[in-house]
């Protein structure tokens, strides 16, 4: 989409629903046009190539249209390949593993170079990853929902497990159960065993895997979740900044903090049981802060 003000600006912007953004990455390219030219303008697209040329590389150029007519080509200045969304550490065979739209690189932590890449992985752009307690399996989200196992090895699929409804923003594994949490914009929290394989279950069963499910969670999405194997919680947070800390073999409430910025605000309660202290850091994540002796956070 192209908005153009008053002023003169006249911005490009990046509007896929889908997307996982933030508000400042959807601006693709901005510039501004003479104000005096601007007083009242029209933006015209115009997309594709007929027989007579090409109206840009790209196949897309815009014409304004004021006291001045402008044509302009569209150029999309952004890399060709987007940071990566999700980075995980394989400390057993010394490699990282990047997430790139729909592709996994994996890295030599040792000398810094590529060593195989994972084309086309998922259906939709990947958004988190993880390994499991081992670190041979490599279990990947996306957009539409889906989360799948892969061999960390040759990128096959070893297991799909049920889908949520929305785009999946987190997942997080708990090596001491060998399970695995998912959280995502349908605001469910969701643990699957990751070692199911699937051969007992019944035909047409659509649950395989899935061990426990909350739906509504939270009261708006869920964007990020972290686990504490020593204490067996989960700590989930929604986008309206709220943070819960969940027992993990009940999937009941320990702790609710409506307003991560006032932790001892009147509305907020803490049990007993839950002696860690959940905060808040850029960009979502999650650390459980456990007291210890003398007052003191670690």
């Known amino acids: 989409a192209v908005s153009l003000d008053e002023t003169g600006k006249m911005i490009w912007w990046d509007v896929r629903k889908g997307a996982l ?56 200045r952004r890399p060709k390949e987007a940071p990566p969304a999700a980075v995980c550490y394989n400390d057993v065979s010394l490699t990282v593993a990047s997430s790139h739209h729909r592709d996994v690189k994996i890295w030599d932590v040792v000398t810094g170079t590529l060593m195989r890449t994972f084309e086309g992985l998922t259906e939709s752009e990947i958004t988190s990853m993880c390994f499991d307690s081992r670190q041979r399996k490599l279990i990947v989200s996306d957009q539409s929902g889906a989360v799948t196992v892969f061999n960390y090895l040759n990128g096959i699929a070893m297991l799909e497990l049920p889908s949520h409804e929305s785009e999946v923003a987190a997942i997080a594994y708990n090596a001491v159960d060998d399970c695995l949490v998912s959280v995502g914009w349908d605001r469910a929290l969701r643990v699957y065993d990751s070692q199911e394989t699937g051969e007992d279950a019944p035909a047409g069963a659509t649950d395989v895997g899935l061990l426990r499910c909350v739906k509504d969670a939270h009261a708006t999405d869920i964007i990020t979740v972290e686990i504490s194997n020593d204490l067996s919680l989960v700590a989930t947070a929604g986008r309206d900044g709220s943070l819960r800390v969940w027992d993990f073999q009940f999937m009941t409430i320990d702790a609710e903090i409506t307003t991560p910025m006032a932790y001892n605000a009147p509305n907020s309660r803490m049990s007993s049981r839950a002696a860690e202290r959940p905060t808040s850091k850029e960009r979502g994540s999650i650390v459980l802060e456990v007291p210890q002796g003398g007052g003191g956070n670690s």
């Open 21 to 76: 953004l933030e508000e400042n990455e959807r601006v693709i390219q901005s510039l501004t046009i003479d104000s005096e030219n601007v007083a009242t303008t029209t933006v015209t697209p115009v997309y594709g190539a007929d027989e007579g040329g090409t109206w840009s590389a790209n196949g897309l150029s815009m014409v304004v249209g004021g006291r001045r007519l402008h044509i302009m080509d569209a150029i999309d």
